[in-house]
């Protein structure tokens, strides 16, 4: 296995892989170590919470580069209550409300058994795309097989020792005390003095919106007393209901429900109902030895479930909290264009849609845990696949920072191996052009790329996959159909006949040096070059002022002769993408 960082002081995940190992040992020696991540399928998993699973993941993955058993572990938070029916969903979902997302059908026309599975198909299909390697634990499989009902008996006995825990912090402040649905698994919050812009905001409503649990309770306010644990009602199968009584000794649980049913039960035979969250997570802590956690920067205030539940697991459960950053906001850049996303935030799915698995990757693992950051669905996402490029040559020849090097490899393998890459990765600006240009056509993309290169020109449109595909579905979902470019199929003859002598000259230049300048770079120099033409400067003048304007003016004369605009593509593509011969056409009449 390949070094992946020589130093910690660059590398946040080797850093947080060392303290990970020392706590490991120090807790638990010789036992597999256990980083955790949690996630509620109440509805579309969105990039905000792709943090939640990729921050744990890395630092696993780096973990068992070293030769350590170590285990992810994903709790999906299925058996949370159904909370609200999201926009675009029949309102009679609302009969729904307050049942295990388990057991609420799933949206009209899905092929998946229940509401929960829905949501979980796509985040564990981009996981796997991702590379990410977890074992997934089904809350609703965990409780309704019993498998923590000693762990419910002792917080049931506990209960009074739980309630003062937890009373110490009720009188304090109590923003962002939900579950990690809402702050640990979703967006990550806004950090301490930072305005969210439009799009941020967005996106931080739409991540509590879909978490699933943004205002979970504690289990007060009863009037029989306080009790950690819920029941859902057998008869209506929500959990409105109550807990009226609790006898120790026989285990023996009353509870009334909203429906007017009432029953009494034994809890170590009951198995529908779950812990209230604040009592729930710590209690995980400890059952699954759990040694490194990240969450959201909302858990650093008073009365979240992160700072309660550190106090529980210590005096209640006799275990340790996890150690772990706060991570913080994932934002969008063009969130407004998106026209696949399910009503709300992005997934990892969306993006997976326009970019390759390693690029996500690499967005999540070359910035601290603590440091916000936007995923690109605009125009954007070509600078950043320019940036990435770029990343790969100085990695090639040996000039990338030891940090660089470090987020580059995290991002294109795992400790199982690297994963799937592009054969020839062609600027994604460039494919975006062509496929723009093309809609998509096989054989005259291919016949374009090969022009790029003339020297060493691509055989099949294969070469250029994945990352060719990723750049067609950002044109055909991202780019509005007013800014797609169309070119002209016919000469606009009356712009030709009103042109000045400088203007047809520099459309004859052109004309003139097409054959000999038929690749991509060639066709760079060619166009930069015909106003230096003109000007009398020599092809490797450096730019002035008024160079820069003749070849602004150059450039917007040949977009409006062969797509109708000011702006388009980069002209070298354009030209590649239109041809010699239909340039010709355009350009040539009457010149």
């Known amino acids: 296995m390949p070094i992946v960082a020589q130093s910690t002081e660059t590398d946040w995940v080797s850093r947080f892989a060392d303290e990970v190992i020392a ?19 109440s509805g579309p998993i969105h990039l905000g919470n792709l943090r939640e699973v990729m921050t744990p993941h890395l630092v696993a993955d780096e973990i068992k580069r070293r030769g350590h058993d170590c285990v992810h572990i994903l709790s999906w938070d299925d058996y949370d209550r159904f909370r609200k029916v ?24 899905s092929e998946y058994a229940n509401w929960a599975e829905h949501f979980k198909a796509p985040m ?26 000693d762990q419910i008996l ?19 402040e109590k923003s962002g005390a939900g579950k990690p649905g809402a702050q640990k698994a979703g967006a990550g919050g806004q950090q301490k003095g930072k305005k969210l812009d439009e799009a941020e905001a967005a996106a931080a409503e739409a991540a509590a919106e879909g978490s699933g649990a943004a205002a979970e309770d504690d289990g007060s306010g ?44 034994l809890l170590s035979e009951y198995n529908r109902g779950k812990l209230v969250w604040k009592v729930d997570w710590p209690m995980r ?124 490899r995290r991002a294109t393998r795992t400790a199982v191996g690297e994963l799937p890459r592009t054969p020839r990765p062609l600027p994604y600006r460039t494919l975006a052009s062509v496929v723009d240009v093309t ?25 250029a996959r994945p990352r060719l595909d990723r750049a067609e579905n950002w044109i055909r979902t991202q780019v509005p159909a007013e800014q797609r470019t169309r070119v002209r199929e016919e000469p606009d003859t009356g712009l030709l006949a009103s042109l000045g002598e400088t203007e047809r000259e520099s459309l004859r230049l052109l004309l003139d040096g097409l054959d000999e300048h038929w690749s991509l770079d060639g066709l760079t120099a060619l166009v930069y070059g015909v106003p230096k033409l003109q000007a009398g400067l020599p092809a490797d003048a450096k730019p002035t002022p008024e160079l820069k304007a003749a070849q602004r003016s150059f450039f917007a004369l040949l977009y409006k002769l062969l ?23 355009l350009l040539a009449a009457r010149v």
């Open 222 to 265: 009863a009037g029989a007393g306080y009790f950690p644990y819920k029941p859902y009602c057998s008869v209506c199968g929500t959990d409105f209901t109550t807990v009226t009584g609790y006898d120790d000794e026989t285990t023996e649980l009353t509870y009334v429900c909203r429906c007017g049913h009432s029953e009494t039960v």
């Open 439 to 463: 809609t998509g056509h096989g054989e005259q993309t291919l016949r374009i790329l090969r022009d790029l290169d003339p020297e060493n020109p691509i055989n099949s449109l294969d070469e």
């Open 285 to 408: 802590w400890a059952y699954e030895g759990v040694v490194f956690e990240p969450s959201g920067v909302d858990h650093s205030s008073p009365g979240s479930s992160y700072v309660v539940g550190g106090q529980l697991v210590k005096e209640i459960f006799e275990g340790e909290q996890p150690i772990g950053p706060m991570y913080a906001f994932v934002g969008i850049s063009g969130m407004a264009k998106m026209s696949s996303s399910k009503g709300g935030v992005p997934t990892p799915e969306d993006a997976l849609q326009i970019m390759e698995a390693p690029l996500l990757r690499w967005l999540y693992a070359r910035r601290k845990p603590n440091q916000s950051f936007k995923i690109a669905f605009d125009q954007e996402i070509q600078r950043l696949y320019d940036e990435w490029d770029a990343l790969e040559r100085r990695i090639a020849d040996g000039s990338a920072q030891p940090a660089d090097a470090a987020a580059y």
């Open 23 to 41: 706590e490991a040992e120090r807790r638990a020696p010789g036992k597999p170590i256990v980083c955790a991540s949690g996630l509620s399928p």
């Open 86 to 109: 999201p926009a675009g969903i029949d309102p009679s979902w609302s009969e729904h409300i307050g049942k295990p997302l388990t057991s609420v059908p799933a949206p009209p026309g």
């Open 563 to 585: 797509v109708g605009r000011d702006t388009g593509p980069r002209l070298p593509t354009l030209l590649l993408a239109v041809g010699a011969d239909r340039v010709r056409k």
């Open 124 to 149: 564990v299909a981009a996981l796997e795309q991702l590379g990410i390697e977890v074992h997934p634990i089904s809350q609703t499989l965990q409780y309704t097989s019993g498998a923590y009902r």
């Open 154 to 172: 002792f917080a049931m006995r506990e209960r009074a020792r739980i309630d003062a825990v937890l009373d110490r912090y009720r009188t304090k």
